[in-house]
């Protein structure tokens, strides 16, 4: 039983991920940045999504909220397939399915206003006009914790942290129900990182946002999140909760990733996992277990057959020949 067959028994998610994969053709070649991925996300529930730098996680991002055009399977939304609806169509889920981009100062039009950048939203869609635009404007500004003095200047007088703020209240415009933070902290100082990470909390628990994060910090993932997904080269490695992931994780892989993360307490020791060699490239994976040319445990099966994803202990998923 996969992770998506589990869910469904408890309840309908809000997002149902089946079997979806995104190739781009370079140079005569496919490069499979995304490879049959499949996942379930409850309302209210923050799935984080980690992985080296090229893995595929922006990709899959965009992909589940159809910026980019998925190559093969289904993206259900409240039991709908929207990657099935013509783009016409799409513009009612738009309300429901935003996005927080990694860089504030990119995704920010800079002869735009932040009041014309956060009521950018409200016109496309033609929610509201007038005063109550005016009002749902402030509102969103205040809610970010910003100022309505704010309102009136451009992207460039603010600092990162703020952008990104301006970012958020941009996304939360049309009172969406699922937001892909897309990196949203890795443009920041580390003292702004966890503001905006408390931020982002805290307009989950008042407005009941359902979020696939997306990030390299590892520790603030699992402060964030309620489960984690580690993808390598595209591929789905483990799923579990935060916390059994970081207390004991199984594949290979995450547990490099994880003895990476610093301990505050110089009294606990951990054993550094060194990863030896460079990522493999997407547009070359090597066969079978994508993972096995840098994997300490790589055995003759690995190189001849894709590990199964199986569920190796209660709600915690693998794809490894050590658990087959």
């Known amino acids: 039983m996969n992770v998506v067959e589990k869910d469904m028994k408890k309840k309908t998610p809000l997002v149902e991920i089946k079997n979806l994969s995104k190739s781009f053709q370079m140079g005569g070649q496919e490069l499979k940045a995304v490879n049959n991925i499949s996942l379930s996300i409850q309302s209210g529930e923050t799935v984080g999504l980690v992985g080296e730098s090229g893995c595929g996680k922006s990709t899959l991002g965009k992909t589940v909220i159809r910026l980019n055009r998925a190559t093969s399977g289904e993206v ?47 016109s496309i869609h033609r929610l509201i006009t007038g005063k109550a635009k005016k009002d749902r404007i402030k509102e969103l500004i205040l809610q970010v914790g910003l100022k309505p003095e704010h309102l009136h200047r451009y992207p460039h007088e603010f600092s990162g942290g703020q952008r990104q703020r301006i970012g958020i209240a941009r996304a939360l415009a049309l009172n969406p129900k699922f937001i892909v933070c897309d990196e949203p902290i890795s443009a920041l100082d580390v003292s702004i990182q966890a503001q905006v990470v408390n931020l982002l909390k805290q307009l989950q628990q008042e407005l009941g946002l359902t979020y696939l994060f997306i990030a390299h910090d590892l520790s603030m993932v699992k402060y964030i999140s309620d489960r984690i997904l580690v993808m390598y080269l595209g591929n789905m490695m483990e799923l579990a909760d935060s916390e059994s992931l970081s207390r004991e994780p199984l594949h290979p892989y995450t547990q490099a990733l994880m003895s990476a993360v610093p301990i505050p307490d110089p009294a606990i020791k951990r054993e550094r996992i060194v990863l030896e060699g460079e990522v493999p490239s997407p547009l070359h994976p090597p066969s079978g277990c994508v993972f096995r040319t840098r994997c300490m445990h790589a055995m003759d099966i690995c190189s001849k057959q894709v590990p199964t994803w199986k569920e190796v202990k209660e709600s915690h998923f693998t794809a490894c020949h050590l658990y087959n």
């Not at 932040?114 to 950018?120: P, R």
């Open 76 to 122: 259900l939304f409240e039991g709908d397939n929207i990657l099935s609806l013509p783009e016409k169509s799409m513009k009612k889920f738009r309300k429901d399915m935003q996005i927080i981009f990694q860089d504030p100062y990119a995704s920010l039009n800079p002869r735009m206003t932040v009041e014309e950048l956060i009521g950018e939203p409200l």
